[in-house]
């Protein structure tokens, strides 16, 4: 018998776990934690997809399952800000960036494609997909020529779309946040009524229903840094911490309704009655960074075939 794809053996997880949780039953359903709408198993194909948290983009893996809109509704309106924020860090530390959509224009010939900016130079590889196939062969073609023959006083014109919007960028590792933590914890810990506010947020991401968002960040920490702990103590603090490259990302522990609104003055509180920070510390449980799914609050045996 072949093994089940990725999507079903995720879905039974999830199905499982609210099959323990809810009363009344939803039957064999999954339920998106990003819009929290169900889903049967005949929809796993065309409506449920696996989630990267963080983005592929920056070098996230897939840990969930959300729907196709949840999914591509954030790869349009946040990630993108996110990559760029991502591309500028690296070109300031001497990495290589990426860019995505960027039209070059040779002897009147246009290509669109993906640009690579780095130590060794620019690299641009044209999207078939992205291109009309006898305008991409001109292009081509102009290509091959100019590298075979060399010649000063050429121009190639290249339009890159830039982006800027912070907020949006924050809003994109709240989310990839938001997954990591119900891919660790689960339904009884994403569903609770405090990521009510949160969930409203990134739907509708130009309004700022949280303000300040709870995130910040420590630049000398690696990108490829990847955590999630409980904090426990001071109580004050208590929360669940997520941390992805330099940026720390709160988010509440357990039925902390008003999180969202008192986590910056609680924060504020906390940091001005610390009289001495080196004897301080903080209580914290950690987990495994997720690469599935695991449900570790919902009471589900894990399946590993």
Known sequence: MSARSTEHRWFDLGAAALDRLLVPKLGDKYVCPLCRDSFDRSQIATDLTVEHAPPSSIGGRGIALTCRACNSRSGSQLDAELLHRHNTRQLARGGTAAYENVETTQEG??????LAIGPEGLRFDPIERQNHPERLQENLEVS?????TPLAGREITMRIPIRGNPRLADLSLIRAAFLVA???LGY????QAAFEVLIKQLHLPNEQLID???IFYDDSSPDDLREIALVTRPHLLRSVIVRIGPAAIFLPLEWDDRFFEDFDDRRSEFVAGVTDPAAFSLGVERFDWPTS???LWDGVERQTT
């Open 109 to 114: 010939t246009l290509a669109r494609g993906r």
């Open 144 to 148: 091959s020529r100019w590298a075979q």
């Open 182 to 184: 119900f891919a660790t």
């Open 188 to 191: 009884v810990y994403a569903l």
């Open 212 to 214: 300040p968002l709870p």
């Open 293 to 295: 799914p695991q449900h």
